[in-house]
């Protein structure tokens, strides 16, 4: 049996690579020595959306076709070696074609991402300086229309971040998907055309759709975050109009 460490002499890969030559892909550019002694495949660039790269059989192949070593060490031990070469160079397209199917995903998925992030944070803003108005003493003077702009500024941030949550939910999942691929989350977006998504706030999958929310959980869906920060801002003004009437 071959050991995981083998060395492949130049005139055993010249032979090697004239046997292999038939089942090699189509779309195989180069084959060299790597730095450290392996091999090197390189390929022309996936898009991801062909059909996945299968390494086919060899059974049939008069030249590559299993030798005992009893028969004959030599073509046992060259056959062998041929056989990883082939192993290993459909290994590395599929590596390759793993991370372009899954930035192919994310180009797809993440569409208008980047404008509903936008048009969230720009609700929570506003949300968010509603609010802090209302505890200037300009706010005493128009009370009423105060809370009233507050409010409206609560269902226009609860619907931009249902609207990001629905866009980040399909993003998860395709994280998961892709959850073997080389690529890191944020080396695959940017390769999908996404540089900024490191800003933007997306959970694990299994927290979308969920009914319920522990308080000690605090990698929360921005829906929730959202829910959570209009829940404050309600109790507060709760407060202040029971304060309100009991020094009144």
Known sequence: MLSEH????????TEILARIQPHLPPYLTKIDR?????????????????????????????RLRYVPEADDETEHLLREK???????????????????RYVADLRTVAENAPALWAAYTTEIRALEAADAYLRTPE????????????????GRAAAAATAFDERAEAIADAHDRHVYADLGRIEAF???????????HITDASSYGRSYYSDW???LP?????????????????????LSRTTG
Request: with cysteine; aromatic share 10%.
């Open 6 to 13: 083998y060395t492949i002499t130049p005139d055993e890969m």
């Open 34 to 62: 790597g730095q450290f002694g392996g091999l090197v495949f390189e390929f022309e660039p996936f898009t991801g959306r062909e059909p996945e790269p299968v390494r086919p059989s060899t059974r049939h192949d008069d």
């Open 82 to 100: 041929a056989g990883r070469v082939l192993d290993r160079c459909f290994e590395c397209a599929q590596e390759d074609w793993r991370n372009a």
């Open 139 to 154: 706010a005493a003077a128009e009370w009423p229309s105060a809370v009233s702009r507050l409010i409206d500024a609560q």
């Open 190 to 200: 940017k390769a999908a055309g996404f540089p900024d998504a490191a800003d933007w």
């Open 217 to 219: 959980e605090t990698h």
């Open 222 to 242: 921005v829906t929730e975050r959202t829910r959570r920060l209009i829940q404050q801002q309600d109790s507060h003004l709760a407060k202040v109009r029971r």
